[in-house]
């Protein structure tokens, strides 16, 4: 494999695997602010231990986000110096404020877990309020980042040198504000689907408890109001892209020629050799409708661009696919679970709908892969649209193939030892509450 | 002198940053080292000092290794691709090293309660401490020995494999492991038979650095000319200055006062990096970058300086109440579910 492939292969997995924490630094300081809030002001002592809860198991999550983004800061000289030199100055602004950010959510996450009994209740619970405006502070600047590299702006070139940059116009990119909102959203749903997967989990295997009761609800409302957003913020996404990124746009949709009255295509595969897409459910005009709000609207194709600047239409299509159908499906569940329990005045405990809970708690982190994976493979073969193509940027050290080899295992070690000790960790809590059951929380 | 600009000053913040990971987490990871070496009949009692020690600041004392990535690449672009391109290999060590320690620390800190002794993570969690100071120690080396070029195409082994990037390595592992030993006896002072375990520790690894540092003088003035005129050039007051503080620090831990040498074997730290990186002024990464020819442009250069000025002005009373919660006072805390 060329350094190409393996330098993208090694950013990708290396993304991919610090995101799922990265969200969850985002969500889970506001259900454990909130957890901690409501706990104080009603005394409740079982909010106050979900809080605990919530806190442990973030602890090690944040540990992990906190050593894989470090990763990423490293790999992006590592691995594409080419970029780094040329657009370092550029961009680097928003990492710089990021850094800030980062630095906020590891001191009051410091004082969070290690001041139980060192700070006063009130003044543990205003700590948390810094962790989770950071964590959100931090995505809206990383994604700034992403932005610019769909959309740069804010610099001029002479040469392949940057002679004049204006950081604030490249911070605030065309594509910042619709990139920024979807990401930040999506980490929410991520996070509330992700919690409420635990405990429905816990429910099915006959193990709710008070901390059950009040936490799954609690997720649930994070969740179903972060699907709504997303929903919104991802339209208003693909409108945008559609006028900046028309390649990617057609990527998307599996649209090959210029079409008027352009038909929406759900699933099927796109053959970029033939020109067409098949198998697919076709639904004639809606496309045009949805985009343009006319029927008859011109939707440009693939075929209006050089092959040579299509990305991999296949995996764009499918992410897309993917990540709109979960989407769908997430926020359905979200929907249905407050509509039942507005009916019933009492949270739904339907053994088919937890199922379903568990099963949206991954294919949350699906959805949000998926999304990655079409804004990423869709602006290729450019890593700066249109002004650097991917193939200009990568290292040419010959040390990558054992590099991607060691950052694979070091991964998965990762990834199943916190799995097995949020495993052990909840065990341990839920054996622990079980007990304190017995002697009887004084309940409101 | 020439006239300082703006780029001179996101340089010397970038120092200061640099400084402060070297000082602040180069005592996690001596902790680290401590931990890989407890012995004694109070093996236990070491590992939980050093975990409470560390616990509620590591991850702050961390970031300032991202702080000083990201301005690098920010305020100096060309320089920083031809680091990360020229010192791939010990970067990329160093990185999964941090990347280990970090995560092992964690597993082994919060999942203790749940799993009890998780021993390979314990032991990963030494071995990472000793990794990644090592490679960055030899990195450093190659970039001050002017091992860095501009027109790249060098070995991937360019400068850190050396005889001058081995005594660096060494010498980085032996100042953490230290500047630690230093640290945890002011934590400790409440436990007078574990305060002496850390006092023969941080002795010990006074003598060890002395004889390293020394031997790396020598290996300069043979090895790399380039280093050692910038160190007895514009360098040479703070040279001086280092080589004076050194047996004083030492003289602290001997005379059993720990808030003393903490503060020496720091100080020590502080003249080291700055008789380096005022020797090489104007250099950045000598020969080829200077501070000036690889600067960012202006605008780039004053909206960074906006930023930290007024992240500062955030972070700076926030990481004061961190360390007054934990640091203030004596015993450090413990995770507080520890105890049932």
Not at chain 2, 304 to 323: K, R
């Amino acid at each position: 494999m060329d350094n190409v492939v393996l330098s993208r292969a090694i950013m990708g997995t290396s993304l991919g695997f610090h995101i799922v924490f990265a969200v969850l630094g985002v969500g889970m300081p506001l259900l454990m602010s909130v957890a901690e809030a409501i706990g104080l002001w009603r005394h409740d002592p079982a909010w106050i231990a979900l809080a605990r809860r919530w806190a442990k198991a973030f602890g090690l999550i944040f540990a992990i986000g906190a050593v894989s983004g470090t990763a990423l800061s490293f790999e992006l000289g590592l691995l594409w110096p080419g970029f780094m030199a040329f657009s370092g100055s550029v961009i680097g602004l928003p990492f710089s404020a990021e850094g800030f950010a980062f630095f906020i959510e590891a001191i009051f996450l410091g004082l969070y877990l290690y001041g139980w009994d060192r700070l006063r209740p009130l003044a543990h619970w205003l700590c948390s309020i810094p962790i989770a405006l950071s964590g959100a502070a931090s995505s809206l600047f990383v994604v700034m980042v992403n932005a610019w590299m769909n959309s740069p702006t804010g610099f001029q070139v002479a040469g392949n040198r940057i002679i004049r940059v204006d950081p604030l116009a490249a911070a605030f990119n065309p594509s910042t504000p619709t990139e920024d909102l979807h990401m930040l959203v999506s980490a929410y749903l991520v996070s509330g689907f992700a919690v409420a997967a635990v405990y429905a989990a816990g429910f099915l295997r006959g193990h709710g408890d008070a901390l059950h009761r009040r936490a799954l609800p609690l997720a649930m409302v994070m969740a179903v109001v972060a699907s709504g957003l997303a929903g919104i913020t991802g339209d208003t996404s693909a409108r945008f892209v559609a006028d900046d990124q028309p390649i990617k746009f057609a990527s998307q949709e599996g649209l090959f020629p210029t079409t008027t009255g352009a038909p929406l295509h759900i699933g099927g595969v796109p053959l970029p050799n033939e020109h067409r897409t098949v198998f697919a459910i076709e639904i004639p005009h809606l496309l045009s409708w949805l985009l343009k709000g006319d029927p008859n609207a011109t939707i440009r194709g693939l075929n209006d661009f050089p092959r040579d600047q299509w990305p991999n239409v296949l995996i764009v299509h499918f992410s897309f696919e993917i990540m709109v159908g979960l989407g769908l499906a997430l926020g359905f569940c979200g929907l249905l679970y407050w509509l039942l329990a507005l009916r019933r005045r009492a949270p739904p405990m339907d053994r088919w709908l937890l199922l379903a809970l568990v099963v949206a708690g991954p294919a949350s982190v699906v959805a949000m892969e998926s999304g990655w994976f079409v804004t990423e493979f869709g602006r290729q073969p450019w890593i700066i649209y249109g002004v650097m193509r991917t193939s200009t940027a990568a290292t040419s050290t010959p040390a990558l193939g054992p590099t991607f080899a060691i950052f694979i295992l070091l991964y998965v070690a990762l990834g199943i030892t916190l799995a097995r000790l949020l495993l052990l960790l909840a065990e341990r809590e839920r054996r622990r509450a079980a007990i304190s059951d017995t002697r009887e929380i004084p309940r409101p | 002198m020439t006239n300082l600009t703006l780029a001179d000053g996101v340089a010397a913040i970038l120092l200061l940053a640099l400084t402060a990971y070297a000082v602040l987490a180069g005592a996690d990871f001596g902790g680290g080292v401590w931990d890989l070496f407890a012995s004694g009949p109070r093996v236990r009692a070491q590992r939980i000092a050093i975990a409470a020690a560390m616990g509620p600041v590591w991850e702050a004392n961390h970031v300032w290794l991202i702080f000083l990535v990201v301005g690098l690449f920010t305020a100096f672009p060309t320089a920083f691709a031809a680091l990360s391109t020229a010192l791939f290999v010990p970067f990329t060590i160093a990185l999964l090293g941090i990347i280990l320690r970090g995560a092992a620390f964690t597993f082994q800190t919060h999942g203790y309660e749940a799993a009890g002794d998780l021993a390979p993570w314990g032991a990963a969690f030494g071995a990472a401490s000793i990794i990644a100071p090592a490679f960055l120690g030899a990195a450093l080396a190659a970039s001050a020995m002017g091992a860095v070029r501009f027109s790249g195409g060098q070995s991937v082994t360019a400068g850190w494999v050396s005889w001058l990037g081995a005594d660096l390595a060494l010498l980085a592992v032996a100042l953490c492991a230290y500047l630690a030993a230093t640290f945890l006896m002011v934590e400790t002072e409440g436990d007078p038979p574990l305060q002496a375990d850390f006092r023969r520790r941080a002795f010990g690894a006074a003598m060890v650095s002395g004889v390293l540092a020394l031997v790396g003088l020598v290996l300069t003035w043979r090895q790399a000319p380039l280093l050692w005129s910038e160190l007895t050039g514009r360098g040479l007051w703070l040279l001086i200055i280092a080589l004076i503080n050194g047996p004083i620090a030492a003289f602290a831990v001997w005379r059993r006062s720990p808030r003393v040498a903490r503060i020496a074997v720091a100080a020590q730290i502080v003249f080291v990096l700055w008789a380096w990186a005022v020797g090489q002024w104007p250099a950045l990464v000598p020969p080829d970058f200077t501070i000036h020819g690889s600067a960012a442009p202006e605008s780039t250069l004053l909206a960074l300086t906006v930023t930290i000025a007024a992240g500062m002005v955030v972070l700076v009373p926030s990481l004061a109440l961190l360390f007054y919660v934990f640091k203030g006072r004596n015993p450090a805390p413990t995770l507080s579910d520890r105890s049932p």
